[in-house]
T-cell receptor, first 111, second 116 residues
Framework: GENVEQHPSTLSVQEGDSAVIKCTYSDSASNYFPWYKQELGKGPQLIID?????GEKKDQRIAVTLNKTAKHFSLHITETQPEDSAVYFC??????????FGQGTRLTINP | GAGVSQSPSNKVTEKGKDVELRCDPI?????LYWYRQSLGQGLEFLIYFQGNSAPDKSGLPSDRFSAERTGGSVSTLTIQRTQQEDSAVYLC??????????????FGEGSRLTVL
């Protein structure tokens, strides 16, 4: 089955700096790659996604890059702010109906 | 409602008791998912519904776990004879469309289960 590895498990950056989180996957048939943000006590919320026919997608301070050949994709957050502190999960589609999630990255933005 | 609603938000039970967790998806969403999140872990897929049928039950950990969905809306996840390793946050999510990627997956806030 699909195996999703997410790194790092924790990340601490200074406010204003950039943060990068990486995920690798094993199933070359996967074609949908979302990123979710989970704040304390809340459910995960979609922040950005990318499909396999696109190499990069950007939404304001957030971007995702995908390398299908190497089977890895990354989340980039620029000009980080305190409200970016949360747990971030990558996910990979398995078939048309299921998402397999990474283990999560706890991001802390230091003022 | 405006979002996915789950109840109870917190449940403490004794080992061996049965529990029921409820999910009320966003109105009109045909796909409904249950995931489990153990402390400090990622999200583990349990089961998914398309309408009232469950094409994929592959993630249910044991036959103590079951789920149903009625009227294409509310779903109930039942855990019989709970064990301490069942302690986790159980997350429900719904989506307007299949395949994924054509419709966003919306999560509820979860039901935190503690088995003593």
């Amino acid at each position: 089955g699909e195996n999703v590895e997410q790194h790092p498990s924790t990340l601490s950056v200074q406010e204003g700096d950039s943060a990068v989180i990486k995920c690798t996957y094993s199933d070359s048939a996967s074609n949908y790659f979302p990123w979710y943000k989970q704040e304390l006590g809340k459910g995960p919320q979609l922040i950005i996604d990318i499909r396999s026919n696109v190499g990069e997608k950007k939404d304001q301070r957030i971007a995702v890059t995908l390398n299908k050949t190497a089977k890895h994709f990354s989340l980039h957050i620029t000009e980080t702010q305190p409200e970016d502190s949360a747990v971030y999960f990558c996910a990979v589609s398995r078939g048309a109906q299921k998402l397999v999630f990474g283990q999560g990255t706890r991001l802390t933005i230091n003022p | 409602g405006a979002g996915v609603s789950q109840s109870p938000s917190n449940k403490v039970t004794e080992k061996g008791k049965d529990v029921e967790l409820r999910c009320d998806p966003i109105s009109g969403h045909t796909a409904l998912y249950w995931y489990r999140q153990s402390l400090g872990q990622g999200l583990e897929f349990l089961i998914y519904f398309q309408g009232n049928s469950a094409p994929d039950k592959s993630g249910l950990p044991s036959d103590r776990f079951s789920a149903e969905r009625t009227g294409g809306s509310v779903s109930t996840l039942t855990i019989q004879r709970t064990q301490q390793e069942d302690s986790a946050v159980y997350l429900c999510a719904s989506s307007l469309a299949i395949p994924l990627g054509t419709g966003e997956l919306f999560f509820g806030e979860g039901s935190r289960l503690t088995v003593l």
